[in-house]
């Protein structure tokens, strides 16, 4: 699964069984609640027997745990249904065969704290059986819930790869032509050419991006050299943009992430930088504390929170398709990703674990 069924199957898991076990926890809750009542009142029932049998004469041999004594006193207001209940005991008054004589009963909680404890730890037992269950029933569940989804998925994967497998031809093809079309004197600053080429490289780099996005789960994390890296995408935007004024400096150091998409990433932004920059104006590259800087001296960012929004644009001939991908490879390789409009310019900073 890719991280997207991942979230949507851990979202519905994690939905179904806390739901059922809220509902079992409770329910055991209060059959343990009401249970331990049961047992209160049998112990109350026993210690009013054993008080029958003393007022009636009858044997008490055998009765283990009671203990009782005659007492002369009165009470304001007696109630034949007192029972207290003590750490270690239960105790009960009785009236007594003869005037103003009391029965003072007392029982030992041992024989109760036992039963208590065995109603517990099978009622543990239970709910852990129950939760088990029910945990492998919603893993159940959840797989089955998305296997449409992810059918679904898997064939507009197939197409979308297909659809840019196909597509890749006639892009290098419109781009092999327009460099032929750009050598001819008589167009070489035809501006319907210029814009034909900005076109075909727009289109390109979209090409690319889709290519990418398709490829989000298939990426290994080695150790990359920065250094290398940056020099070697600075290189090709110097001789893109060579009225821009490139600066690199503390580029020592090694990330883990994947080279491809890393590349992909730095190629995107570095772009954007170049674009949206002044003639003339300075595209700062720097690396420390594991972490990318990348800043220029361009028109700046509107609205930094919303860049990497899908189809988010602050201008007409930008798709807005490839700071949603730099997102999303960020994401699969743990980088946060952070922008900050600067009183001249935009500063983009990529941090790494």
């Known amino acids: ?8 199957f851990w979202k519905f898991f994690l939905t179904y069984f806390i739901s059922v076990a809220l509902l079992i926890l409770v329910a055991g809750h209060f059959y343990y609640a009401q249970m ?9 029932f026993s210690m009013i027997k054993y008080a029958k049998r003393l007022k009636v004469g009858e044997s008490i041999e055998g009765l283990q745990g009671y203990t009782h004594e005659y007492i ?8 034949i249904d007192n029972f207290a209940q003590k750490s270690d005991r239960f105790e009960k008054w009785v009236p007594g065969n003869k005037r103003k004589q009391y029965i003072f009963i007392t029982k030992d909680a041992l024989g109760f704290e036992t039963k208590r404890n065995k109603l517990f730890y099978k009622l543990l037992g239970i709910q852990a059986f129950l939760l088990s269950f029910f945990a492998f029933l919603s893993f159940f569940l959840a797989r089955n ?12 994967d197939r197409f979308a790869k297909d659809l840019i497998h196909d597509l890749n031809t006639p892009v290098t093809s419109i781009g092999l032509n327009i460099k032929v079309l750009s050598k001819e004197e008589c167009l070489k600053d035809h501006r319907a050419l210029k814009r034909l080429q900005k076109s075909a490289n ?3 780099d979209l090409h690319t991006n889709l290519s990418f996005l398709l490829k989000e789960h298939e990426y290994a994390l080695e150790e990359i050299d920065i250094k290398e890296m940056i020099e070697s995408l600075v290189q090709e935007y110097e001789h893109l943009y060579p009225k821009l004024n490139f600066i690199a400096i503390r580029l020592d150091g090694t990330v883990l992430a994947n080279k491809l998409a890393l590349k992909q990433i730095l190629d995107n932004l570095i772009s954007n930088a170049c674009k949206y920059s002044y003639e003339k104006g300075s595209i700062c590259l720097s690396y420390h504390d ?7 001296e361009g028109i700046g960012i509107k609205n930094p929170e919303r860049v990497f929004e899908r189809n988010y644009t602050e201008h007409n001939h930008s798709s807005g398709i490839g700071l949603d991908i730099v997102k999303r490879l960020c994401d699969m390789m743990h980088i946060n990703i952070d922008v900050k409009a600067l009183d001249k310019g935009t500063l983009m900073v990529l941090r790494f674990q």
Do not use: G, V, Y
């Not at 699964?1 to 949507?8: G, K, L, P, V, W």
């Not at 594991?290 to 220029?296: C, R, Y």
């Open 36 to 44: 331990q009542q049961q047992l209160i009142k049998f112990e109350h």
């Open 202 to 204: 727009d289109i390109s």
């Open 72 to 79: 002369d006193r009165s009470f304001d207001n007696f109630s």
């Open 290 to 296: 594991n972490q990318i800087e990348i800043s220029d």
């Open 145 to 156: 819930a998305l296997a449409p989804l992810r059918k679904n998925i898997e064939k507009l």
């Open 1 to 8: 699964m890719n991280s997207d069924e991942q979230r949507a």
